[in-house]
């Protein structure tokens, strides 16, 4: 079997019980706006394997694509040296807080709604660097995806994902509250065979970043963990006693996979 065929039946096993997802009162995919504007606030100023090997690749006055953009974590951080940020997103809400955080910022900036790599074609020209910062997780369809990342950069990809799947750590609040075992894979192992599959020459480096929920109120992380788990209110007690138990930990891994693409 091949690595991008392996990648997409273990992307496809976390899919949610039917009967579960069916009573879950809100979507437990959907994207707050909310944490990526914090994340984004995070990254201003931040040092990291992703934004050095990026920066090492960038000219002065130079150009970034930022593919799944959210409100600009991997793209704005790059400005300067950067001297333009083009955000591709398939979220209006997400795009919005991107060009409202950029124009906070004064970095020329310009947005592209739609499902990558639908909407590749429909971009003016190439960019410097192009960045992908924990988008992978969302892309069964792993090789021609990577392959319009490559096709877009002048110079270097760079794409940051968890070592695991973003809600791995969950696994015992699924068997505890709903008696559900939870997949392991894929892992950023798994995207990074995928890549090089495709003749990619693709290098990576692990790191280790504070787990984000150690920065909201208790009674934030308990809803936000309830919607995960496709529960209501009156289970927050139980969500409670559940993450007791079973609490996030205090750091994840993070890999930066990253390839420079042949003169153009």
């Known amino acids: 079997m091949s690595a991008a065929r392996r ?3 273990a992307l496809a096993s976390w899919a949610i019980p039917t009967e579960i997802l069916a009573n879950a009162p809100q979507d437990p995919w959907a994207h707050r706006v909310g944490a990526f504007v914090r994340a984004a606030e ?3 100023g931040r040092d990291s394997p992703s934004f050095r090997h990026a920066l090492e690749a960038l000219p002065v006055g130079g150009t970034v694509l930022d593919v799944g953009c959210g409100a600009g974590a991997a793209g704005l951080p790059l400005a300067p040296p950067a001297a333009w940020i083009v955000g591709v997103d398939q979220s209006e809400a997400m795009l919005k807080a991107f060009a409202e955080r950029a124009g906070s910022l004064g970095i020329a900036h310009d947005e592209l709604q739609g ?6 074609t429909e971009l003016d020209g190439m960019a410097d660097v192009v960045v992908c910062h924990h ?7 792993i090789e ?3 392959s319009a990342l490559a096709e877009r950069a002048l110079r270097r990809c760079v794409v940051e994902i968890t070592a695991e799947h973003p809600r791995a750590w969950q696994a015992p609040l699924w068997k505890a509250l709903h008696g559900v075992e939870r997949p392991t894979r894929p892992t950023a192992e798994d995207a ?3 890549i090089r599959e495709v003749g990619i020459d693709a290098r990576s480096e692990t790191w280790s970043v504070p787990m984000r929920l150690h920065n909201v109120s208790h009674a934030e992380r ?7 788990l496709c529960l209501d ?5 139980d969500v409670e006693r559940a993450l007791a138990a079973h609490p996030p930990p205090e750091e994840r891994d993070v890999v930066t996979i990253w390839w420079d693409v042949p003169s153009k």
């Open 144 to 146: 021609p995806f990577v």
């Open 115 to 120: 499902a990558w790599p639908d909407v590749a």
């Open 42 to 44: 995070q990254a201003m």
């Open 7 to 9: 990648w997409a039946e």
């Open 135 to 141: 988008v992978l997780y969302n892309v069964p369809d």
């Open 222 to 228: 308990i809803a936000m963990i309830r919607v995960d």
């Open 192 to 194: 990074l065979a995928a």
């Open 233 to 237: 209110e009156d289970r927050d007690a």
